[in-house]
Structure formats: structure tokens, C-alpha cells
């Protein structure tokens, strides 16, 4: 069976035209309700837009799409300094991340470093190794597609290397806790995941502190293994960064992705998933707040190159505040092996205040007719009002009843996390969130 | 015992051709253990009132006066009526993903009374109070109001009330919509509150068939923004018959 469900493809061409967030039909009686609607829709403070490409489709969206077509290189002279007008920077603020776009040694000094790197590992799991430029596994997957994931290449002369042995079942999560000891401090690191055929292991990494953070994320999922990452972005208001994720996901193989960006002035993660061989599974989960002048991105790319694989990607975000600010970017590459297919992602975004501005692009490519199943849904919403009045109406204080509305719009997501001590970590987190804003 | 009072209550809304005046001077008092059926055409603006009493914000009161055991209910916030003893059942239940009915009603409850209710005697409450309205156990666990069918939106609607405990309950078109199953649980819900409590009840709908459940003490047609007739129980009898034609007749004259 061949299914497409373009879910969203209503909105093409029509900005103003967003559901809110939850489907919420309004609770006012009808005159009340057109005059509600016509002030929600002039001030819609978002944007949306989406890409689709067909087999044999001679579309100008294809050029900028060809996701899959992207010159990868180790080599910084292959990669031209980003620029607005080049695709995958347009909603990027360039002149914010301009330290990371300099080709710059990590900022360590004399006993004083400028990233702190703590790293617990499981009991089977084998001690922390590095892997030099050019030693397998390293550079096995992620070959650099830009210019700031070029250099925290070059530039980490030893990568970290934490891998999840043979059959090893680790019930406890390798921790990798990063400590930014300055704003004004560059950092540049690669590091290396891998779970060995027929594994399980969990990875965390968890970002604090402050920096000028250039980071690689390399991870080999091993045929049959089940690989589990999480990575949190609790950075101080100050830092900046940028990451590149790729993941190589073999045979029967399964990798839950996981990003969580709460903290940092700009934050931008490019998350790659690929698929090596048949019958894998990516489920791609993220979940972002942005408050007043943060500007969070996150782009993925599942690159389905081998048939009967699937791929779940869900994205939340709220923001709330003056130039909050995010984007999403999610592209779906079908190759024509890629037969057998099933794959879906969404994003939906939750403004809570005036003001904040959430940019999502799903960009679908697909190449074969023989899929089972393709289908992509982006929304972005105001906070609803009659949520709101319906919650209050019940004797609910208005800042209990805004929470009460967003830890749920994030419940579903946060369920899907397995590690019960990020859960609730997030979830303090999310209300602390709330609280700065609400008070 | 709770006494609502409405004097000469005006509202307005803001519309795409302007400000248009939906209240036109409403004068109604509802007291503890009184049922009143407020029943009129559709767009003479009773559910307006429903709103307009609970606080939503789209409405703006240019006029009158609302009290609720004479304290001024138009400087209250509209949870601070809902704190007061006012309660509404929505024509329109929205939805609220990722929030359960359970944690919604504890948490509604908890606001309402000022402190979170004693866990066993409340669990207990929860489930006799949905096996009265015959709703399934499952329900606590399910989002607020998400894939409910109509008639599970206005048990739900019935259960808060119960729960909730207010002093003046407003329903609005709780019964439009139903079948004949839901509609008689839905008033025996309705029943049920008035025989154990001592709550007002105004009864706002567009048809008769619910006060074959429900019997009001009082009945009143709104027409235009303002009560246009009242009386007894005989009122809605005559309407049954007769239908809004004679009110609307004379409202445009």
C-alpha cells in the first residue's frame, strides 16, 4: 500500500492560515467568536512554510531541497563561510554566531580548560578512549557538511570515544556532563557514540555553564543495537552553540534521538540521521523553550538510502517573551532503494506571548512510489484563550492554568524520554521556564 | 445560600463592523435551590449572558450590575467567580491535550476549596460521582475534553458540577445535541445536584425537551437581549406550542 499523508498541506501559500494549537474549537457564542478570529489571524506573529517533492516533479523547490546532494568534506576550503542567502542558514543570525565560524583553536589555558568534560560509564561498559583525526570509527559517518562542523573537526585533535560492547545489555547511561567556563571562551569537540552489534546503551549529554561551543556528535549504530541519546542544552543565558549530530544506523538497528534546548543566547543543532542498511528505526524527538532574545534552531535530516526502515520525528517548542525566537527545519529524503518506507514528522510550536516568532519548514523529498507511508504536520499556535477561560472558569489562577496548558502540550513528548531522572529534571525545568516569565 | 443578582446587565462585543450591544439591559435574580430555564431564539444573545456572568473577556459590561451574595462580581477575575461559587457548563467543552480529566479535576477542586482535597474520601467522590453519570473509569485517564463525543462532553461538563459543589451553576445548552440516553443522565446529574444541594441553577437552552427531566420553577424568554416575558412552568408548555414567533414579531416592531 502506498499512502502519502500530507497532513499541513492546507496551509501551503496561506501564512495566516495556522490551526491552533490542540484544535481547540472556541468555546464563545458565534458573533463573539468571528471577532475573535479576525484579530487572531492579523496578529499571527508566525510563519509557516513547507516543501514537497514527488518523483518526476520538475519543481523550483527541488534545487534547494536535494538535501541528499550536499558536499560533505573534512577539507575548511570546501566550505564557503554561511552566508543568509544560502539555504541552510537563511533564518540563521549570522552575525551572532560569528565566533563559531572562525577557524579557531580550543581556548584552554594553563590548567584552566575551557570546556570541563566529566564522563561516567556504565558498569560493562569499558573505559573512555579518543580517537585521533582520521581513525576509524571517527569519520565514518559524519563528514562535515559546513563550515563550524569542519572545523570542531579539524580542530579536536582526540575525539571521545564511548562505545556499548557486543550484546551488552547497560541499563545505566553513559553521562557526559559539559562544564562552559567562559562566554567569551572557544571550544571545539568530536565525540564519538557507538553501540556494537546487538546492544543497548543510553547517552547524555548535558550542557551547562557557559561557552563559544563547536561541537560534533558522531554516532554508529551497530546492526541490531538499540542506541538511546539525549542531549540537553541547559547552557546560560550567554553561551552560544553549534552541533552537528550524524548518526549512521545499521541493520535492524534503532537509535532514539533526543534534544532538549532550554538554555543558551543561540542554540542551533543540525540532527542527520542516516540509514545504512535495511530495516532500521530513527525516532527523532525535541523539545525547545525560548524566551526573550534566544534564538534556538533545530534542523533534522533522516535519509532514508535503504529500504523497509522508519522514522518517527516529533519536535515541541514553546516560546515566550520579546524576539523569542525558533526555527525548525525538518527534511525527509526518500531514496528511490528506499522502498518500503514509513515515516512521519511533526513540529508544533506554542507562542505564549506577543512578540516571539516560530519559523517550520517540513521538507519531504521522496524519490520511489513504493513506500508504505509518508506524512508531515507543522503547526504553530497562539496561546488559546478559551483554553485559558475554560480553565479559569473553573477556579484555576491564570498562571496555574498557563502551566497546567503547557506541561501538557509537552506531556506526550516528555513521556517518550526513557530515563525517568531526565523526565523529571525536565519537567523542573520546564516549569522553572514558566516561572521566570509568570510571576 | 447563594443569591445571583442581575440588574439592568448591558454587554457588549467587539465585531468586524464594530461594537454591537448583545445585552440590552437584563434583570434576573436566582437563588439558592431555584431552578430557572432561560429559553429563547438562537442569537438572542442568552449564552452571551452565560459568559458574560462567568467573565469571558471577549464581553465588555457597559452597564447594570451583577452580585453574588452582594459582593460585586464584575471586579472578579474569572476565577475568582468560579472561587465564589459561580459555575458554567459549556455549550463548547474545549480540549486540553496532555492534561488528564483526573489531574484537571483535582487541581479544579484543589482552587476551589483552597486546599487539595483529602486523597481517599476524594478518589472515592471521583468515581461514584462518574458512575452516577455513567462514564467509564478510563475517562479520569484521558485528556480533557480530546476525541470526547458530545454527550461524554456535557457528563463531563455535569461531573464538575457535582464535584466542584457551586453556588450558582449556569448550563448552558447542556441539552442540545444529545440523545435521549444522555440527555436523562445528564438531568438526572442535574437532579441529583439540586436534591442534595442547595444550588441556583439557570438553565439556559433552545428547546423544550430537557424540561421534560428537569422541572424550573421558573421560566423566562429572552428575545433580543433582554427577558421578554417570564412565569411558571406553564410558560415553557405555551412555548412548546406556540414557538418564539409571537416575541420576535414584536421585537422588531
Request: glycine share 8%; net charge negative; proline share 5%.
Amino acid at each position: 500500500m502506498t499512502t502519502a499523508d500530507l497532513k499541513g498541506a492546507e496551509t501551503v501559500g496561506d501564512p495566516a492560515a495556522n490551526e491552533n494549537v490542540g484544535h481547540a474549537a472556541g468555546a464563545a457564542p458565534v458573533a463573539a467568536q468571528a471577532a475573535l478570529d479576525g484579530a487572531d489571524t492579523t496578529a499571527a506573529p508566525e510563519l509557516e512554510d513547507e516543501a514537497l517533492v514527488l518523483p518526476g516533479e520538475a519543481s523550483p523547490a527541488r534545487a534547494a531541497l536535494n538535501r541528499g546532494a550536499r558536499k560533505r568534506s573534512f577539507e575548511l576550503g570546501d566550505h564557503p563561510r554561511p552566508k543568509s542567502d544560502i539555504e541552510e542558514w537563511r533564518f540563521t543570525p549570522l552575525r551572532r554566531f560569528a565566533p563559531l565560524f572562525e577557524d579557531v583553536a580550543t581556548d584552554d589555558r594553563e590548567g584552566d580548560s575551557a570546556l570541563e568534560y566529566d564522563v561516567t560509564v556504565p558498569t560493562g561498559a569499558p573505559e573512555p578512549a579518543t580517537l585521533a583525526p582520521g581513525e576509524a570509527p571517527r569519520g565514518t559517518a559524519l563528514v562535515p557538511e559546513d563550515l563550524p562542523t569542519a572545523i570542531a573537526s579539524a580542530r579536536t585533535e582526540q575525539a571521545l570515544h564511548l562505545v556499548a560492547p557486543k550484546n551488552a545489555e547497560l541499563t545505566e547511561p553513559f553521562r557526559v556532563e559539559i562544564t562552559g567556563r567562559g562566554a567569551d571562551r572557544r571550544g571545539n569537540a568530536h565525540i564519538v557514540l557507538e553501540t556494537k552489534e546487538s546492544s543497548t546503551a543510553t547517552f547524555v549529554l548535558n550542557h551547562t555553564g557557559s561557552a563559544q561551543y563547536a561541537q560534533n556528535v558522531e554516532m554508529l549504530v551497530g546492526d541490531n543495537s538499540r542506541m538511546t541519546v539525549i542531549t540537553l542544552q541547559e547552557w546560560d543565558d550567554d553561551a552560544l552553540h553549534i552541533a552537528t549530530h550524524h548518526a549512521r544506523v545499521g541493520r535492524d538497528a534503532k537509535i532514539k534521538h533526543i534534544v532538549v534546548s532550554l538554555g543558551g543566547s543561540a542554540v542551533r543543532v543540525n540532527a542527520i540521521g542516516e540509514f545504512a542498511a535495511p530495516g532500521g528505526e530513527i525516532e527523532d524527538l525535541g523539545l525547545y523553550f525560548s524566551d526573550e532574545d534566544q534564538f534556538l534552531e533545530h534542523r533534522l535530516f533522516v535519509d532514508h538510502a535503504a529500504p523497509n526502515c522508519t522514522s518517527d520525528v516529533a519536535y515541541k517548542g514553546a516560546l515566550q517573551g520579546k524576539k523569542a525566537r525558533s526555527v525548525w527545519v525538518g527534511d525527509v529524503l526518500i531514496r528511490k532503494e528506499a522502498e518500503g518506507t514509513n515515516t512521519y514528522e511533526l513540529n508544533r510550536n506554542l507562542l505564549l506571548t506577543e512578540g516571539a516568532r516560530a519559523d517550520s519548514v517540513p521538507n519531504l523529498e521522496i524519490e520511489t512510489g513504493e513506500i508504505e507511508g509518508a506524512g508531515h504536520a507543522a503547526a504553530t499556535g497562539r496561546f488559546d484563550d478559551e483554553q485559558l477561560f475554560y480553565l479559569r472558569a473553573r477556579g484555576i489562577p491564570e498562571n496555574e492554568a498557563r502551566r497546567l496548558v503547557v506541561r501538557g502540550f509537552f506531556a506526550e513528548l516528555i513521556q517518550r524520554i526513557d530515563v525517568p531522572e531526565i523526565r523529571e529534571r525536565l519537567s523542573a525545568s520546564i516549569e522553572a521556564e514558566l516561572s521566570r516569565s509568570m510571576n | 445560600m447563594s443569591i445571583l443578582e442581575i440588574k439592568n446587565l448591558h454587554a457588549t462585543v467587539e465585531t468586524p463592523e464594530g461594537t454591537k450591544e448583545i445585552l440590552k439591559g437584563v434583570d434576573l435574580t436566582i437563588k439558592a435551590g431555584e431552578t430557572h430555564a432561560i429559553m429563547g431564539p438562537n442569537g438572542s444573545g442568552k449564552s452571551t449572558l452565560a459568559y458574560a456572568i462567568a467573565g469571558h473577556p471577549k464581553y465588555s459590561i457597559t452597564e447594570g450590575e451583577l452580585t453574588l451574595d452582594g459582593e460585586n462580581v464584575l471586579e472578579m477575575s474569572i476565577d475568582e467567580r468560579a472561587r465564589a461559587g459561580l459555575f458554567l457548563a459549556m455549550q463548547y467543552p474545549v480540549e486540553v491535550p496532555g492534561v488528564t480529566v483526573s489531574n484537571f479535576l483535582r487541581t479544579a477542586k484543589t482552587a476551589i476549596d483552597g486546599e487539595a482535597p483529602a486523597l481517599r474520601t476524594w478518589v472515592k467522590d471521583v468515581k461514584s460521582a462518574m458512575g452516577d453519570l455513567r462514564m467509564d473509569p478510563v475517562f479520569a485517564e484521558r485528556n480533557v475534553n480530546e476525541g470526547f463525543s458530545g454527550g461524554e462532553k456535557k457528563r463531563h461538563e455535569i461531573l464538575q458540577m457535582q464535584l466542584l459543589n457551586p453556588g450558582i451553576a449556569i448550563l448552558d445548552e447542556t441539552d442540545s445535541g444529545l440523545d435521549v440516553d444522555a440527555l436523562r443522565t445528564v438531568s438526572e446529574g442535574v437532579n441529583r445536584a439540586k436534591e442534595t444541594t442547595d444550588v441556583g441553577i439557570m438553565l439556559i437552552t433552545h428547546y423544550t425537551r430537557i424540561l421534560q427531566y428537569v422541572t424550573p420553577d421558573f421560566v423566562h424568554v429572552f428575545v433580543n437581549g433582554q427577558i421578554a416575558e417570564q412565569g411558571g412552568p406553564e410558560l415553557a408548555e405555551r412555548l412548546e406550542n406556540e414557538g418564539y414567533d409571537r416575541y420576535l414579531v414584536g421585537a422588531r416592531s
